[in-house]
């Protein structure tokens, strides 16, 4: 036995020191990035519960709103900001039952939303690969199948808890590939959200009869 276990020993300090070596061989840049099938998906601890929870993808707008990024900035480009991007937010249903959850477990149960926001390598990566993902996902298969399932690609995870919402932000690239050509809008979003302050009520706000997605407010009246 005592044999054994110093083999199991030997074998992880070997797999450490090889991890090591090839993170060292690869460029500041690339050091994040790792396979598919080995990069860390979303943490559910122990609220099973939550797994049959399900996103949707959003609009373009919508992820604008979230991330606070005022409409004016619009007006300063030819073309929406972050094209490359595909977004997953949580439905009215997973709004309303997390709350319904968090009440009937008389608030053992968490409350807290997931958003998932994966950045590709470039715009055409994003349109071959949303022809492949469903609108709409139980949290409990994005490990699996949006994640997991896209084999021959490298990720990078970021995870941010703000409030009633964590944010999980993927970038994507080719197997293989170096550096990522998307870079400047995977740090404009990482700063959006770091900059964001907690969220204390606003997955009560989505719940909202009136409020069926998070969309820009329609622009004043002008006075004649």
Request: aromatic share 8%; charged share 25%.
């Amino acid at each position: 036995m005592a044999e054994e276990k110093e083999k199991k020993k030997k074998k992880k300090k070997k797999h450490k020191h090889d991890d090591q070596k090839n993170d060292q061989q690869k460029p500041a840049s690339d050091a994040h990035f790792k396979p598919s099938a080995d990069v860390k998906g979303i943490r559910f601890g122990a609220q099973f519960v939550v797994k049959s929870f399900t996103v949707r993808q959003a609009a373009p707008l919508e992820l604008l709103r979230l991330l606070d990024i005022p409409p004016s900035c619009l007006s300063q480009r030819q073309s929406l900001p972050f094209l490359s991007t595909t977004t997953y937010l949580p439905t009215n249903f997973t709004i309303l039952a997390h709350h319904a959850w968090h009440t009937l477990t008389l608030g053992l149960g968490t409350n807290k939303s997931k958003v998932v926001i994966f950045v590709f390598e470039s715009e055409s990566m994003k349109l071959a690969v949303d022809q492949l993902w469903p609108r709409m996902i139980p949290l409990g298969d994005v490990n699996k199948k949006l994640i997991r399932g896209l084999s021959g690609c490298e990720m990078s995870r970021f995870k941010f808890r703000k409030g009633c919402l964590t944010f999980y932000v993927y970038a994507l690239r080719r197997l293989g590939a170096t550096g990522f050509s998307c870079a400047d809008d995977l740090r404009r979003i990482l700063e959006a959200v770091v900059a964001l302050k907690d969220f204390l009520d606003h997955t009560a706000m989505l719940a909202l009869p009136t409020q069926r997605s998070i969309t820009f407010p329609n622009p004043p009246a002008m006075a004649r």
